[in-house]
């Protein structure tokens, strides 16, 4: 069974900084396409960066990228997510998903190409 679940989340002040982690189960990571969305209070969800199966192609969208990084440990089948320099606009719940039947490059940030989801944890950046 499929199972994915972030961890991390919580309040920090603009400038700061947090490391998600998400812990998969039911599959292998390194055979799969990860990414991490988000969706903020009234928004649609949006993709903040995905990796794809194999390859280890990392593809992150213009919002953050230099500012986030996707990291892997397969031995602990855990993707995790370091976010600096945040933002007041990066305020959202976090989710990561599993596109389990990807074929590498998979780059995709389209929340509709992924089969499975966490529950999300809450990132709330003020000060």
């Known amino acids: 069974q499929v199972q994915l679940v972030e961890s991390g989340g919580g309040l920090v002040q603009p400038g700061g900084s947090l490391r998600l982690s998400c812990a998969a189960s039911g599959f292998t990571l390194d055979g799969s396409a990860i990414g991490w969305f988000r969706q903020a209070p009234g928004k649609e969800r949006e993709g903040v960066v995905c990796v794809s199966p194999s390859d280890g192609k990392i593809n992150y969208a213009a919002s953050v990228r230099g500012r986030f990084t996707l990291s892997r440990d397969n031995a602990k089948n855990t993707v995790y997510l370091q976010m600096n320099s945040l933002k007041p606009e990066d305020t959202a719940v976090y989710y990561c998903?599993?596109?389990?039947?990807?074929?590498?490059?998979?780059?995709?940030?389209?929340?509709?190409?992924?089969?499975?989801w966490g529950q999300g944890t809450q990132v709330t950046v003020s000060s």
């Open positions: 998903a599993v596109a389990t039947d990807a074929d590498p490059p998979f780059l995709d940030l389209n929340p509709w190409a992924y089969d499975y």
